[in-house]
């Protein structure tokens, strides 16, 4: 009974992340605020400040992880109750 309870546990956390990936699919980026600190520790640094992150291209935002399946899994599932629904 316990394994059950932890496995409703673990399916219901990652169906609420899928939920909440889907809704919030973008974040700050964190490597150019790692690039900054670095920046900031290493004093005036080496590196060109003008030049566009690679991970995020300047934008400052980043996909989470999973954010394309998420949408992709959360928008199937939808479509299968509401087609379940229609009939
Ligand atoms: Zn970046």
Redesign the pocket.
């Known amino acids: 009974m316990a394994v059950l309870t932890v496995v409703a546990l673990a399916v219901l956390a990652l169906v609420l992340r899928l939920i909440y990936t889907k809704f919030f699919p973008y974040r700050p ?1 964190r ?2 605020r790692w690039r900054a600190a670095r920046q900031a520790r290493h004093g005036r640094g080496r590196r060109r400040l003008g030049r566009a ?1 690679w ?2 291209h300047g934008t ?1 935002l980043t996909r989470r992880w999973g954010a394309w399946h998420a949408a992709k899994l959360v928008d199937s599932i939808g479509r299968a109750i509401a087609e379940r629904g229609a009939d």
């Open positions: 980026c490597w150019c992150c991970r995020c400052k």
